[in-house]
């Protein structure tokens, strides 16, 4: 095979050397279930805090803000859902683009199913969204805009 290009970064992508070696014991050796009371799980659960503060400081944010999720697709459910639910006092109008990726026009589709309203705004010939559109649809009663990068 001749020299490889992965264009897919998005989606996965190669994992650092340096992170990799910080891992490496965590899929080998220290592998316990931080949810439980015995040492290894215990010992997981500080690796885990260490990495939630190490990015909070990172980013400037409490460690409390950060939340670890296992694919985008997970995060996309976890983060729409969340704020959805959570703001739903203020609102069930819903903004996206009718190209997202299916992470989160199946979560939409799926809010609708329980009662929000999802106005889905087309892309422009060229492909790209017309910020104008996007913000043409904005409602009194509107908590989440998701707009595919």
Not at 86 to 115: P, R
Request: aromatic share 10%; net charge neutral.
């Amino acid at each position: 095979m001749g020299k490889f290009i992965y264009l897919d970064n998005a989606a996965t992508t190669k994992v650092d050397k340096n992170v990799l070696e910080q891992m490496l014991p965590w899929f080998s050796e220290n592998f316990g279930n931080p949810s439980s009371i015995y040492s290894f799980g215990r010992d997981s659960k500080k690796a885990i805090e260490n990495a939630r503060r190490q990015t909070s400081e990172a980013i400037s944010c409490r460690p409390n803000e950060i939340y670890f999720t296992g694919s985008g697709t997970e995060a996309d459910n976890w983060a729409i859902k969340g704020c959805a639910y959570a703001n739903s006092k203020k609102g069930k109008h819903l903004i996206t683009t009718n190209i997202e990726h299916h992470a989160v026009m199946d979560t939409m589709h799926y809010l609708e199913k329980k009662g929000f309203n999802v106005t889905y705004v087309p892309v422009e010939n060229n492909g790209l969204v017309d910020p104008l559109k996007i913000f043409g649809e904005v409602r009194d009663d509107t908590i989440i805009i998701s707009v595919i990068m």
